[in-house]
């Protein structure tokens, strides 16, 4: 193996950095977050910084950071009940964001709304949420919103008993609803929060390394692909697969592996697996939560 080789990881973060530093001047102090005050992604984002401010959408981050009018973003990106999140995991991967950092939140939803738990027969929510409590939910009508504080908002807004949102004890505090039904997830739920950036970080301690590739289509290839990975030790510890969407019935895999590729173990396994793919792309080395 030539040192250039074994540095490919390494290279292809600081290019990509370097890049964004000199094509955008992002706003540090600018902190995203999707949705209204009163998510949890909002309250993830206050354990990861200091302040942050919303924006209208998971895609509304996105762009934010990308264009440099927000230096990091916060999304959720996987849930301990409904699994990986589609939508942040395909943001990352056609915007060229990195991974920085992660916090893991339990999340506690609540029926709110403008009347009596009897009256409700609609509820508004992210379908995530949906997701995590569907015992509660039964036969309800369920209509999705953006997030969960904006399912709050829009049910304050309309003032109707038979609509209630599925949502935080915060965001009923905000937007003036009573709490109908509390704690109604089917069982105790946490959500993985990353950071994102247009730049990338290299840490050591407790290191996680996101990456996303995409492999031929023939037999064996997955297996090919993550060989290296457990013929070298590591620890995979997330691996989703998400359709690319200019070849239908094509897929790209997601992944995350315990470790740095500041250590050359980390970095020769992805090397090696690099070789054996048709591309691979790192999303970010960041010290992990959880």
């Known amino acids: 193996m030539s040192s250039q080789e074994g540095v490919f990881v390494l290279t292809q973060l600081i290019r990509r950095s370097e890049e964004r530093r000199r094509t955008r001047v992002p706003s540090p102090s600018v902190v995203a977050y999707p949705g209204p005050p009163g998510s949890h992604t909002a309250a993830a984002a206050a354990a990861l910084f200091p302040s942050a401010e919303p924006r209208a959408s998971f895609r509304a981050v996105a762009e934010a950071v990308t264009a440099g009018e927000a230096g990091y973003g916060v999304l959720p990106i996987e849930s301990s009940l409904a699994g990986a999140v589609a939508e942040t995991h395909d943001l990352l991967y056609e915007h060229e964001l990195s991974i920085v950092a992660e916090v893991v939140q ?7 709304g403008v009347g009596t738990l009897a009256d409700v027969r609609v509820v508004r929510s992210h379908p995530a ?23 709050a908002r829009l049910v304050a807004q309309r003032d109707d008993p038979s609509e209630a949102a599925l949502a935080s004890l915060e965001a009923a505090r905000l937007y003036g609803l009573n709490v109908l039904a509390d704690d109604v997830g089917d069982r105790p739920a946490f959500t993985r929060f990353v950071a994102i950036a247009a730049h990338s970080v290299l840490v050591t301690t407790n290191a996680r390394t996101a990456f996303s590739f995409v492999t031929d289509h023939r037999p064996g290839a997955l297996h090919a692909a993550i060989t290296p990975l457990t013929d070298a030790g590591l620890d995979l510890q997330r691996l989703v697969s998400r359709p690319l969407v200019e070849e239908p019935f094509r897929y790209r895999f997601d992944a995350v592996v315990a470790g740095s590729p500041l250590d050359p173990v980390v970095r020769d396994a992805l090397r090696a697996t690099r070789g054996v793919t048709r591309e691979l792309r790192v999303l970010g080395v960041y010290e992990g939560a959880a």
Do not use: K, W, Y
């Open 106 to 112: 339990p999340i506690r939803h609540a029926i709110v």
């Open 129 to 151: 949420a949906f997701e995590q409590c569907r015992e509660a939910l039964g036969d309800l009508s369920l209509i999705p919103a953006a997030t969960t504080a904006d399912a």
